[in-house]
């Protein structure tokens, strides 16, 4: 029973343009969201979070979106460069709770194609 | 500053032996967590420490895994005896507070093989 899905297990864009990656999440008691990037034979890397408190968070090129009603957020990376070609990982957690863990989704690898 | 670090980064050991893997957070950090993923599928959580007590266990699969943080300082988690099924990549993170989900900054993993 996966509790935070990433539907795409890839995505090709061209350098330059929008990257946009996708996360739904079915427990409605998770209130706070991560993006994880991970180039291979490395441990995850912390991106942008974002509290169920706002529905947009900004971070230079990284944006990420949350649309509480729907259980869904996005990553939104402008303009894609060569070095964005990684796995990314959405992550959610109940902040305040006594489970401290995070739930990753699968994985979307992202290629930036030039 | 450095890492987090994990020892070793791969292991190959035969079904029915133990294996420990280390994990020194980063200096001060009073969080540490374990992970493991499994090939293809999600990061999934394991437990969490708070110095040297453990906050969350949840996620520990059976009891051929034993987690130790004596000291509060660095970690390890024993399996003992290993399965096929306890291939895959180990994760240990580590974070200064609880805030906001926690996790944020991870070692780059050990990568375990069980044949």
Same mark, same amino acid.
């Given at each position: 029973?996966?509790?935070?899905?990433?539907?795409?297990?890839?995505?090709?864009?061209?350098?330059?343009?929008?990257?946009?990656?996708?996360?739904?999440?079915?427990? !409605?008691?998770?209130?706070?969201?991560?993006?994880? $990037?991970?180039?291979?034979?490395?441990?995850?890397?912390?991106?942008?979070?974002?509290?169920?408190?706002?529905? $947009?968070?900004?971070?230079?090129?990284? +944006?990420?979106?949350?649309?509480?009603?729907?259980?869904?957020?996005?990553? /939104?990376?402008?303009? !894609?460069?060569?070095?964005?070609?990684?796995?990314?990982?959405?992550?959610?957690?109940? !902040?305040?709770?006594?489970?401290?863990?995070? +739930?990753?989704?699968?994985?979307? /690898?992202?290629?930036?194609?030039? | 500053?450095?890492?987090?670090?994990?020892?070793?980064?791969?292991?190959?050991?035969?079904? %029915?032996?133990?294996?420990? =893997?280390?994990?020194?957070?980063?200096? %001060?950090?009073?969080?540490? *967590?374990?992970?493991?993923?499994?090939?293809? #599928?999600?990061?999934? @959580? =394991? =437990?969490?420490?708070? #110095?040297?007590?453990?906050?969350?266990?949840?996620?520990?699969?059976?009891?051929?895994? =034993?987690?130790?943080?004596?000291? %509060?300082? *660095?970690?390890?988690? #024993?399996?003992?005896?290993?399965?096929?099924?306890?291939?895959?990549?180990? @994760?240990?993170?580590?974070?200064?507070?609880?805030?906001?989900? %926690?996790?944020?900054?991870?070692?780059?993993?050990?990568?375990?093989?069980?044949?």
């Amino acid at each position: 029973d996966q509790q935070v899905k990433q539907n795409s297990p890839s995505l090709s864009v061209q350098e330059g343009r929008i990257s946009i990656l996708n996360c739904d999440y079915t427990n !409605s008691m998770f209130d706070y969201f991560l993006w994880y $990037k991970k180039y291979p034979a490395e441990g995850p890397t912390f991106l942008i979070s974002i509290s169920s408190i706002k529905d $947009k968070n900004e971070d230079g090129r990284f +944006t990420v979106f949350l649309n509480k009603s729907a259980k869904h957020l996005s990553l /939104h990376i402008v303009p !894609s460069q060569p070095g964005d070609s990684a796995v990314y990982f959405c992550a959610a957690t109940v !902040s305040g709770g006594g489970a401290d863990g995070l +739930t990753f989704g699968k994985g979307t /690898h992202l290629i930036i194609q030039p | 500053e450095a890492g987090v670090t994990q020892f070793p980064s791969h292991s190959v050991i035969e079904k %029915g032996q133990t294996v420990t =893997l280390r994990c020194d957070p980063i200096s %001060g950090h009073d969080n540490l *967590y374990w992970y493991r993923r499994v090939m293809g #599928k999600e990061i999934k @959580f =394991l =437990l969490h420490f708070v #110095k040297e007590s453990k906050q969350d266990e949840s996620g520990m699969p059976n009891n051929r895994f =034993l987690a130790e943080r004596t000291g %509060g300082t *660095y970690s390890t988690l #024993k399996v003992q005896p290993a399965e096929l099924e306890d291939s895959g990549v180990y @994760f240990c993170a580590s974070s200064q507070d609880r805030a906001s989900g %926690g996790a944020r900054f991870f070692g780059p993993g050990t990568r375990l093989t069980v044949l």
